[in-house]
């Protein structure tokens, strides 16, 4: 579920997507069920503002749980205030796998609505904005696709970007004692032609250290410009059911909308506390790779 997409704003990449490094059900509904039997995460992401207290740019919070033969299903909710302008929205979303010999293939779709304030309107109003999507996840013998439009039917007054996104690569596991995950994700923006590409990289010893980073070209904005940053990060595993992990994007996005007064965000710590009720994963067939 793309729940980050923020109507008239230009900064649709701030909410759940700028954090899917740590949260990769934010970019394909396939993915449900793949934390394990029953995963709560929150992640909160924090700005220096030139005090002792932060400024709390957005918040969110991820309930995912497996079904019979692997079936998931998941919640997704956030809340970001980027531009001193408050937008929240919530979904589901459902995953169904498959195994075809050596292949392994889920089918997902998500749901969900977004709360946000009308920016053409002389008082701001609140309106309830519907979106709904699909995606479909592939993997044979550690390579592996993603395709997803999670904003395939939308409200046309969702802004300006629903992307389609494809995200592949390669996972290696050595029996627990090393892995890692490299892969790219490609976005391209149906309404504006934009495209942009991730590229991503996460290495983890013994499942319980693990670091990586997130290079980003950061090339949808339809307003402005951002320039590419690399987004590094850690994950430490503290006990059998507790993850904490932090992160740090340093890239700061300028609006240069018409009319509107420029608006900057600068760079945002992003922290997540992850909690599994089962180390195992359950039947998940991804679980810790992401």
């Known amino acids: ?47 220096f503002n030139g005090s002792v207290r932060l400024n709390q740019v957005n918040q969110v919070l991820v309930l995912d749980g497996q079904l019979y033969n692997k079936g998931g299903l998941a919640f997704q909710g956030y809340r970001n205030n980027s531009g ?12 169904k796998g ?3 010999g050596e292949l392994k293939l889920k089918m997902g ?8 304030p009308n920016m053409l309107a002389a008082n701001l109003t609140q309106r309830v904005l519907l979106h709904g999507g699909l995606g479909v996840f592939s993997s044979y013998k550690g390579v592996f696709l993603g395709v997803s439009n999670p904003m395939l039917l939308a409200s ?9 996104l494809v995200n592949g690569g390669y996972i290696f596991d050595n029996e627990s004692i090393f892995g890692f995950n490299a892969n790219v994700l490609y976005y391209h923006d149906i309404q504006t032609s934009r495209n942009s590409y ?8 013994n499942n319980r250290f693990g670091i ?4 980003r070209f950061n090339k949808l904005m339809a307003y402005g410009e951002s320039k590419p940053t690399v987004i590094p990060f850690a994950e430490y595993k503290a006990t059998r059911t507790m993850t904490f992990a932090l992160s740090y994007d340093s890239s700061s996005t300028t609006e240069t909308r018409p009319n509107t007064a420029n ?28």
Request: charged content about 15%.
């Open 1 to 47: 579920m793309l729940l980050f997409l923020i109507s008239h704003k230009g900064f649709s990449q701030i909410g759940l997507l700028k954090q899917y490094h740590l949260n990769y059900l934010a970019i394909n509904p396939a993915l449900a069920g793949e934390n394990g039997p029953f995963t709560l995460k929150g992640i909160l992401g924090n700005q």
């Open 84 to 95: 001193n302008i408050i937008t929240t929205g919530l979904g589901f979303s459902y995953a």
């Open 98 to 100: 498959y195994e075809i």
């Open 109 to 116: 779709a998500n749901a969900g609505i977004f709360i946000q």
């Open 156 to 164: 046309r007054q969702i802004g300006e970007q629903k992307p389609f």
């Open 198 to 205: 991730d590229f991503n990289f996460k290495a983890s010893v």
């Open 212 to 215: 990586g980073a997130s290079y």
């Open 263 to 290: 608006l900057a965000v600068g760079g945002v710590f992003q922290f997540m506390v992850k909690y599994n009720s089962d180390d195992s994963g359950g039947d998940s067939w991804f679980f810790g790779k992401f």
